[in-house]
């Protein structure tokens, strides 16, 4: 909390839940990122193009950002080993297929859509979130 930045956070709450909504009513679809880019790994004849889009624009947002003379936090991995960081990854992509969406798809698109599964999917991520925070940091000691 020591950079917290409510106006700037909430201007970033509003353009993701705009963007959401603008990508339900132009294409009908759920901005589930790891839908979106779970499609590309195994294609479907005239589905790919829209994901590489939206796949590449979330890579290019923060390279235009920094091109416009913004400049990114500095970006940090409290993990000792790179196989500790892989291993958080294939748990997380386990979980989203477990799941069935990620935290975007469930947290921010189900949740203002009041869809019972994606309230159940959120607090199941926020509960595991807050239990993996309490036991690293204070049952572990790290």
Same mark, same amino acid.
């Given at each position: 909390?020591?950079?917290?930045?409510?106006?700037?956070?909430?201007?970033?709450?509003?353009?993701?839940?705009?963007?959401?909504?603008?990508?339900?009513?132009?294409?009908?679809?759920?901005?589930?990122?790891?839908?979106?880019? #779970? %499609?590309?790994?195994?294609?479907?004849? !005239?589905?790919?193009?829209?994901?590489?889009?939206? =796949?590449?624009? *979330? @890579? +290019?947002?923060?390279?235009?950002?920094?091109?416009?003379?913004?400049?990114?936090?500095?970006i940090q991995f409290p993990v000792s080993s790179p196989l500790g960081l892989i291993a958080a990854g294939l748990i997380v992509?386990?979980?989203?297929?477990? #799941? %069935?969406?990620?935290?975007?798809?469930? !947290?921010?698109?189900?949740?203002?859509?009041?869809? =019972?599964?994606? *309230? @159940? +999917?959120?607090?199941?991520?926020?509960?595991?979130?807050?239990?993996?925070?309490?036991?690293?940091?204070?049952?572990?000691?790290?």
């Amino acid at each position: 909390m020591e950079n917290f930045t409510p106006i700037s956070s909430l201007i970033g709450g509003g353009l993701i839940g705009l963007s959401a909504v603008l990508f339900m009513l132009l294409n009908g679809r759920i901005a589930g990122i790891s839908g979106i880019a #779970g %499609g590309l790994i195994v294609p479907v004849a !005239g589905d790919w193009p829209w994901r590489l889009a939206f =796949v590449l624009g *979330l @890579v +290019a947002g923060p390279l235009v950002y920094m091109a416009l003379g913004g400049q990114l936090p500095a970006i940090q991995f409290p993990v000792s080993s790179p196989l500790g960081l892989i291993a958080a990854g294939l748990i997380v992509g386990f979980g989203t297929r477990l #799941g %069935g969406g990620c935290t975007s798809g469930h !947290g921010v698109c189900g949740v203002s859509r009041l869809s =019972v599964r994606s *309230l @159940v +999917a959120t607090a199941a991520f926020m509960f595991t979130g807050f239990a993996t925070v309490y036991v690293i940091r204070h049952v572990m000691g790290g």
